[in-house]
């Protein structure tokens, strides 16, 4: 009897353990638990790709994360508007001529001194620096004006006729001197015939173009050429002839007005000496053809060769104001210590409103 008792008990124990048992897994299923396989793989990250660009180095923003943006540039700083000043010299070839090195030696000198009151930023020769080309003397008496201010002050010439010998119009003499060796090799056409330089002032960009005497048709492909490369410059054109004393054109004149200054919009002054005395001639262009004038050209004449020692060393200053765009003009010898009248403005000084 005892052992079936026994008996009874252990199998009444083993169904209690498989009803709590049951009880559990019924209670963990309800909790939402359930077993993960044995064998399901970890999940795993992959980052997004990153690539970099060997062409310029920029790199490529992952995806999904806005780029920053890009710095601001800085403001354009606004130029501050400025007054300069262009020395003017035309035709020296009497003072050469004669050697009249004191008088040279004097312009020298006001240059030199009112290089910083004035501004000066460039000297230009409008031809006939001498009365013979060929002649050393002349050339000697002529550096000693020269060679105060070469090097330290820019200095752009172009030949008269009398440089390259009236007789026999050869540019082997011109060409010869130190100062036109001395120019950019990439600013001049065929040796020194032709030039040209740039700068800026007053944040206006300016350029300087000009041919020598009998150089005009042979370089004015060039020019124009030179002159479209810059169509943002004020141009300033040099030439031994170009305005008559009347305000008319001279032969050479009527060339270079119909090959160059009509052609190009970014003309505005035209300088020239050659025939005695000073003349002025300003013309207004149209150019794009709407019946409205875009833009007037100021030519000027000066040339006071000729004039004995006493009434000698004559230079004119043009003074540029970046603000108003006038230019102010005057003409003075410190030799003589006198200012000179303009015989079209009547005056001893003018100015050319909006002038560039």
């Known amino acids: 009897m005892e052992l079936r008792s026994n008996k009874r008990r252990e199998y009444r124990f083993r169904i209690e353990s498989i009803a709590i048992l049951l009880l559990l897994l019924i209670l963990l299923s309800s909790l939402g638990c359930q077993s993960v396989p044995a064998e399901t793989p970890l999940a795993t990250f992959t980052p997004a790709p990153f690539t970099i660009s060997i062409a310029d180095g920029s790199a490529t923003n992952p995806p999904n994360i806005a780029p920053s943006p890009p710095p601001s540039p800085p403001p354009t700083p606004i130029p501050t508007p400025e007054e300069f000043s262009i020395v003017w010299l035309a035709d020296t070839q009497t003072i050469a001529y004669h050697q009249q090195n004191d008088v040279f030696q004097t312009m020298g000198e006001w240059i030199m001194a009112n290089e910083e009151p004035l501004d000066i930023r460039y000297i230009v020769q409008t031809g006939d620096m001498v009365d013979n080309g060929f002649q050393k003397k002349q050339w000697d008496s002529f550096h000693i004006l020269l060679d105060q201010f070469y090097g330290k002050i820019p200095y752009l010439p172009i030949a008269g006729n009398h440089d390259i010998g009236v007789k026999w119009e050869n540019y082997r003499g011109y060409l010869d001197q130190s100062f036109v060796k001395e120019l950019p090799k990439d600013h001049i056409f065929n040796r020194g015939r032709a030039v040209y330089a740039e700068f800026q002032a007053g944040g206006v960009d300016f350029l300087l173009i000009g041919a020598g005497w009998n150089s005009e048709v042979l370089s004015s492909y060039w020019i124009n050429k030179t ?119 009547k005056s001893n000084e003018f100015d050319l409103e909006n002038a560039f």
Request: charged share 20%.
């Open 227 to 345: 002159l479209k490369a810059h169509p943002d410059h004020v141009a300033i054109l040099l030439f031994h002839s170009y305005t008559r004393v009347d305000g008319g054109l001279s032969r050479q004149g009527v060339f270079v007005h119909d090959t160059i200054v009509k052609n190009n919009p970014n003309v505005r002054l035209v300088l020239s000496g050659h025939l005695r005395g000073n003349g002025f001639r300003a013309e207004e262009f149209d150019d794009n053809n709407d019946g409205v004038m875009d833009r007037t050209v100021n030519a000027m004449l000066y040339n006071y060769q000729g004039y004995d020692q006493t009434n000698s060393g004559q230079i004119r200053v043009l003074t540029f104001d970046t603000a108003t765009r006038n230019i102010h003009v005057f003409t003075y010898s410190p030799y003589t210590e006198r200012y000179f009248r303009d015989e079209y403005f």
